[in-house]
């Protein structure tokens, strides 16, 4: 589980692990923005969100993709399935993870619809789109930062 990293200005930045979270916060890096309720790390609430005392240029930005996440790529695909354009509740893997695709990789996942035997998702099972005889209608990408989590 990662503790969202926010700027003093509030735009998310990272995650990264408690422990590291809790190293911000000892060495007054960071102040809990919000806290797992009656759980502790040392002498700490839980962190669950952490905030920058001080503003850091968004240069980490620029340098690093924002980490990926199933909510992620629906966002980044406008929740919309990357076959038919319907409503998307799922991720697909294009190339399929028991055809050695990634599973977290931006480049090999995409909104897809699901929840029913017609459904993209279901449709396509374990093959390649091809095989399938299904087009992307969008290509996979690397999605801005904005993307994922909204308008610093
Ligand atoms: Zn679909």
Known sequence: ??????????????TVSVPHAVR????????IHE???GSKFGHFPLPKVVRLVRYVVMQWRYKHPPRW??????????????YCGK???????????????ERTSWLNTVACCGGSSRSCNARKANRLPAEAGMH??????????TEVYGPA
């Open 69 to 82: 996440s199933r909510r992620g790529v629906l966002r980044r695909d406008d929740f919309k399935c990357a």
């Open 87 to 101: 409503h998307a509740d799922t991720v697909d893997h294009v190339v399929p993870l028991s055809r050695g695709g």
């Open 136 to 145: 992307l209608r969008v290509k996979p990408r690397v999605p801005a930062w």
């Open 1 to 14: 589980m990662g503790v969202l990293v926010l700027n003093a200005g509030m735009e998310p930045l990272h």
């Open 24 to 31: 911000m916060l000892m060495r007054n890096v960071a102040e």
């Open 35 to 37: 806290a797992e309720t």
